[in-house]
């Protein structure tokens, strides 16, 4: 047997030819950390200059970094996306330093692991607010610049897999993002007339060094999820770089209200006979 879906290309490869995003300026949400700064990273290998907007000021050096070690111009903006006033301002300043954003990546997210009857309405909307709020107005932010200019644009919105199955131990999040998911088809029905594309990703397993200590403590090690995977490997993150620089390029022009799942297969397995059912408090760390 084949050990697994191969290995990709090294990171640093390019996916789309070079300038690809030459001239364009993209908006990535808690793009500082893990999957985002990914993401930066080959936006800025496709030519564009990138604005990583986050709450937390390291988040935002260390996004910055990795833009410009790929070789793209970068700034960090401060912003909260719950707040309307927040995001005008995100904007405001990197457009003012980086040129007119016209790519977005809805990236930013909150969870953490809880058994549902034990989430209380406070940790809900914690999660609720960012993921779904905050995509919701930044999305109607980028929609607002473009209309005034008359200018085309894209947005990403940035899912789980989750969203498509359920997530036992992370109702919020999975509830948020299955609610953005909905929210990705309406608005690329009602933004195509204005040339706005609006399209999302939902990743599976994508191990990173930002993952939070409480996510990390539910993961095996890299070795057993490897075989917990039919890919018989988990996501290398230049890959999801790559999927979302393609969703939002020219060569996607015509693809809108798209949820492209990139998880080795993993949201769809089942069983024949289906292991025994542990619930979610046994599988989750004592609550402190």
């Not at 912003?79 to 904007?91: G, S």
């Not at 997210?109 to 209380?120: C, E, K, M, Q, V």
Request: net charge neutral; charged share 20%.
């Amino acid at each position: 047997m084949y050990p697994g879906l191969p290995e990709p290309p090294p990171p640093g490869t390019a996916m789309l030819p070079p300038g690809a995003f030459a001239g364009v300026t993209v908006f990535i949400t808690g793009g500082g950390t893990g999957l985002g700064r990914a993401m930066a990273a080959e936006f800025a290998r496709c030519g564009a200059a990138v604005a990583i907007a986050s709450r937390d000021a390291g988040h935002r050096e260390r996004g910055v970094a990795e833009v410009r070690s790929a070789g793209g111009a970068a700034i960090g903006v401060p912003c909260d996306v719950r707040d309307p006033a927040a995001i005008r301002a995100a904007f405001d300043a990197a457009e003012e330093a980086l040129g007119p954003v016209t790519v977005l990546v809805n990236n930013a997210a909150a969870n953490f692991p809880i058994a549902a009857a034990d989430l209380s309405p406070n940790g809900w909307r914690a999660v609720t607010d960012i993921v779904l709020d905050g995509t919701f107005l930044c999305s109607q932010e980028l929609h607002r610049r473009c209309t005034t200019r008359q200018s085309p644009g894209a947005i990403l919105n940035i899912l789980a897999t989750q969203a498509l199955t359920g997530g036992p131990g992370m109702s919020h999040a999975a509830a948020a993002k299955a609610a953005v998911g909905n929210l990705t088809k309406s608005l690329a029905v009602e933004w195509a007339p204005d040339g706005i594309r609006v399209n999302a990703l939902a990743p599976g397993l994508f191990p990173h060094e930002d993952m939070r200590e409480d996510l990390k403590a539910l993961r095996p090690s890299p070795d057993t999820d490897a075989t917990r995977q039919p890919a018989l490997r988990t996501g290398r993150r230049h890959e999801l770089g790559w999927a979302a620089t393609y969703l939002c390029s020219p060569y996607a022009a015509f693809l809108t209200g798209h949820t492209l799942v990139i998880d080795g297969g993993n949201h769809l397995r089942r069983d024949f006979v289906m292991p025994p059912h542990t619930p979610i408090r046994e599988q989750l760390p004592p609550r402190g």
